[in-house]
């Protein structure tokens, strides 16, 4: 059996293409399809520099992250065009006023059609950037779910984050039982091998635009 280990190597190569799906631009917001592999934001070697926002910037100088994928994750992305839709934007994601709604193929198959998982996470300091369930001192973390397909070994699920934890949706899943198929953090064996990149794609994004609050929707379809 193929067993993930704790801190497995970390090959950077990114795809180059295309260099940047856009998927809508105007006066205050650039949305972008991530692809999977590619940095939300530079990593700290010099090696690790590209990343979406790097790119952003070369067409865009003034884009400004908002918020991020992890760099296995695919899907949707908003970065801010000014100052204004900068504040605009990171007040939403912080008061919980955004919707974010993933795609993931799930290992096996849940007894349930669907459920919360309400774990508390924090940090697995000797193992970072894995992150563990801590009742103790974990930062509250809730996530929706919900059957949209079954297979013969595998589930594709759709995931409603209410807070937005870092792996928070992984480590969910992983509780559940159910891995996301191909996570390199938290998926071993079967699960592990089942795809050579993570099943977990941001399907859609809901948000009210910075310039007359007027709720706005974009989406992309899942590439697996």
Not at 80 to 88: D, G, I, K, S, T
Not at 127 to 156: D, F, I, K, Y
Request: proline share 8%.
């Amino acid at each position: 059996m193929t067993v993930a280990s704790p801190n497995p190597p970390f090959v950077y190569d990114p795809p180059q293409d295309p260099w940047l799906d856009i998927l809508h631009q105007d006066a205050d917001l650039l949305v972008l399809n991530k692809p999977s592999g590619l940095l939300s934001v530079p990593g700290k070697a010099p090696e690790h520099a590209d990343c979406i926002e790097k790119r952003a910037k070369a067409t865009f100088p003034e884009a400004r992250i908002v918020h991020r994928l992890d760099m296995d994750t695919s899907g949707v992305m908003v970065l801010a065009l000014n100052a204004a839709a900068h504040r605009h934007l990171g007040l939403q994601f912080e008061r919980r006023k955004t919707r974010k709604t993933y795609l993931a193929d799930i290992w096996g198959r849940p007894d349930s059609d669907g459920g919360d998982v309400n774990l508390p996470l924090r940090c697995d300091w000797p193992n970072r950037p894995r992150q563990m369930v801590c009742h103790e001192h974990g930062r509250s973390a809730l996530t929706r779910w919900a059957v949209v397909g079954r297979g013969a070994a595998s589930t594709r699920v759709q995931l409603m984050p209410h807070t937005g934890r870092s792996h928070q949706l992984r480590v969910h899943m992983k509780e559940l039982g159910h891995p996301i198929l191909g996570d390199r953090f938290y998926a071993d064996g079967d699960a592990l091998a089942a795809s050579d990149r993570l099943r977990l794609h941001a399907a859609e994004l809901v948000l009210h635009h910075p310039a007359n609050g007027l709720q706005v929707q974009f989406s992309v379809k899942c590439p697996f």
